[in-house]
């Protein structure tokens, strides 16, 4: 895993001091080297962290006679065969490094090339030839990669603080984006906070003619949801299977020590018993985090899952778990500066403090993440579908009873039972165009019209919605709960889980792997009957029946709990005066954003007891802190 920069200069400016900053700035995406290319008005700068051939795998690579240069950050699994392929045309190579194959692919065929490509990725190319740059993303999203243009000027970079070493940077906040945080902890692509700044949606690319100085984006790969797979279940089950064995068999290559991410959840036990028996006689490490707070802990499953996964392959397989506290405030400072951006996915905490764990003995990590989302794995789709079945209720008539109902339950917490109830029935309340959002949002209507500040003020009637509905001509399934599992493959998964997953792991130098998002796992997935991945009241369905052999009946029979973290309590004990002073104290607390009086007013409702706003205040949090940091 790396970072990788860019600028695209045509004036006189001297860039290279410029590219050492932003290089200097992602030193813990790479910390095993460094690298610099100039030509011209283009020039990378890449950081490297050493996993395939680390003696020889320095950036940027070249092709043959130096004509193309190329940067990446990222894995390429099937570097190997398309060396093989590109050896027998005539291509040479001078290390073992996935990386090479780019330059030596873009001179054979193009921008095409990119399809080829098996793996997680954000890459840059440059060719003196041609004249033109092109910026790449994997298919699913994996690896981030930001832009700019200031006039003539392009810049590009894996993070956001690295752009900001530009003196070009736009810093103008978009309110837009302010306002779809607060609802969804997240900022959707191509947006991001700064309104003029861009990030490059997944399997896209962007190619810039230096000479005409003209750039065009455009999509190179869109799951196909709409044609559907006529194998029997029990069929589509075994190839289930070897496609994801194949996935992590690609995903186990590494020249440096790898291990595996255990929660004690499905996902994570299937990748961690595949590791295992195609590790050979290998040892396999595991890790994972505990909790204090028994609502949030599942080190008892994490545990009866390894001792499963030593029955079967040995004692070669090494469990390591570690329990947690709410720990130094400054942990969250950190990863808010890593983002970039406000970033209110509460789970990064524990994911960055398992990173930590894990990266004390491991380089690489392969995780359970996607699986969710591929195989119909939230609890939101048998809510989506249930709510649906209220819809033979007259309009009026539903709003009335099932707001009416949602307001007599105690709002005692998001996790609670009543929390997950008071959202079933405020769904029901709702149109159907209007239940994902409300099923997600964390900044409902009631709140938004109290708490929004004079600078959001135009946007109180504008919810994020809008940005789900913008995507609608995108989704291709033809089942109306289907749609809300795709509607996540484009949104919630590149926005939220992956960048929670890179800059987590990042933060501590680790590489994390995830099998469930292998291009033709997804593939097949999304070909499969939804009835096949949400069965009743089973979810992943399909996915425990292919691995049964494998999954504890523990992990396999109970509820899905997630990676969630004590918000609401920690805002009320450890951490409530360093909130409050952040929240209330800092630049923040005068940015127009929200109502200092509503929100202290809701603060204080939250500390009585009088309401749950844990999560609703941790967004808040987030967005203080990226506020309060800017300069």
């Known amino acids: 895993m790396c970072g990788i920069a860019g600028i695209i200069n045509y004036h006189e400016q001297d860039v290279n001091a410029i590219l050492r900053n932003m290089s200097q700035t992602m030193l813990h995406r790479g910390p095993d080297g ?4 100039a030509d011209g008005c283009c020039a990378f700068a890449h950081r490297r962290l050493a996993v395939i051939d680390p003696e020889n795998g320095a950036q940027p690579v070249f092709n043959g006679n130096g004509s193309v240069a190329a940067v990446l950050n990222g894995e ?6 398309l060396r093989h392929d590109l050896e027998r045309r005539g291509h040479h190579f001078k290390t073992n490094c996935d990386a090479e194959v780019i330059p030596h692919l873009y001179e054979e065929f193009g921008s095409s090339f990119i399809s080829k490509l098996d793996g997680m990725f954000a890459l840059a190319v440059y060719s003196r030839s041609s004249g033109r740059l092109l910026l790449a993303r994997d298919r699913m999203g994996k690896k981030p990669l930001f832009y700019f243009m200031d006039g003539d000027t392009l810049v590009f970079a894996s993070t956001l603080n690295a752009l900001k070493q530009h003196p070009a940077m736009p810093k103008e906040p978009d309110l837009r984006s302010v306002s779809d945080f607060l609802s969804l902890h997240y900022i959707p692509c191509p947006n991001t906070i700064y309104r003029d700044v ?10 810039y003619h230096l000479r005409e100085m003209t750039l065009s ?23 289930l299977r070897h496609l994801i064995e194949k996935a992590v068999e690609k995903r186990l290559i590494s020249d440096v020590p790898l291990g595996c991410f255990l929660s004690g959840g499905v996902d994570s036990t ?18 994972h985090i505990g909790f204090s707070e028994p609502a949030y802990d599942e080190t008892a499953y994490a545990r009866s899952a390894a001792e499963e996964l030593r029955r079967k392959f040995g004692s070669r397989v090494s469990f390591h778990t570690k329990v947690i506290e709410p720990g130094d405030f400054s942990l969250l ?23 930590s764990f894990a990266g004390e003995d491991i380089t690489v990590a392969l995780s359970g993440d996607g699986a969710d989302e591929v195989f119909a794995g939230y609890e939101r789709y048998l809510a989506l579908g249930l709510a649906a079945k209220a819809d033979i209720l007259p309009r009026r008539m539903r709003q009335l009873f099932f707001r009416t109902a949602a307001a007599l339950l105690p709002d005692n917490g998001e996790r609670s039972s009543c929390g997950r109830i008071r959202r079933m029935l405020s769904c029901m309340a709702v149109p159907a165009s209007q239940r994902y959002l409300t099923i997600l949002d964390r900044f409902p209507p009631k709140h938004r019209k109290r708490l929004l500040g004079e600078r959001l ?40 889980i992956l960048p929670k997953v890179d800059t987590a792991s990042m933060a501590s130098s680790l590489e994390v792997r995830s099998p469930f998002l292998d291009r033709a796992v997804v593939e097949f997935a999304a070909a499969l009957p939804l009835s096949y991945k949400l069965c009743g009241n089973s979810r992943k369905h399909i996915l425990k029946n292919a691995f049964a052999d494998l999954l504890p009946q523990s992990v396999a029979g109970r509820a899905k709990k997630g990676f969630g973290v004590p918000v609401s309590q920690w805002l009320r004990s450890e951490w409530k005066t360093l909130a ?52």
């Open 76 to 81: 390429i699994y099937n570097y190997r065969e």
């Open 270 to 287: 299937i990748v961690t018993a595949l590791a295992a028996k195609l590790s050979g006689d290998a040892p396999l490490n595991c890790y």
């Open 457 to 496: 003020q135009m946007l109180r009637e504008r919810p994020s919605s809008e940005y789900f509905d913008s995507l609608q001509w995108e989704l291709s399934s033809n089942d109306a709960i289907e749609k809300f599992a795709e509607l996540d493959i484009h949104t919630y998964l590149p926005n939220d």
């Open 333 to 355: 400072k950190k990863l808010a500066d890593h983002s970039g951006q406000p970033f209110g996915d509460a789970s990064i905490l524990p994911s960055a403090l398992l990173s």
């Open 217 to 239: 984006i455009r999509g190179y790969w869109h799951l196909d949801y709409s044609l559907k797979s006529e194998l029997s279940f029990e069929d589509a089950s075994a190839e």
């Open 198 to 207: 861009h990030q490059l949606p997944p399997a896209y690319l962007l190619e």
């Open 34 to 37: 460094g690298g610099e290319f």
């Open 580 to 631: 409050e002073e952040t929240v209330f104290e800092g630049k923040f607390a005068n940015s127009g954003f929200l109502s200092r009086e509503a929100l202290f007013a809701l603060w204080q409702d939250h500390q009585n007891r009088k309401t749950d706003a844990g999560y609703l205040l941790w967004g808040v949090l987030n967005l203080a802190l990226f506020v309060n940091a800017e300069t």
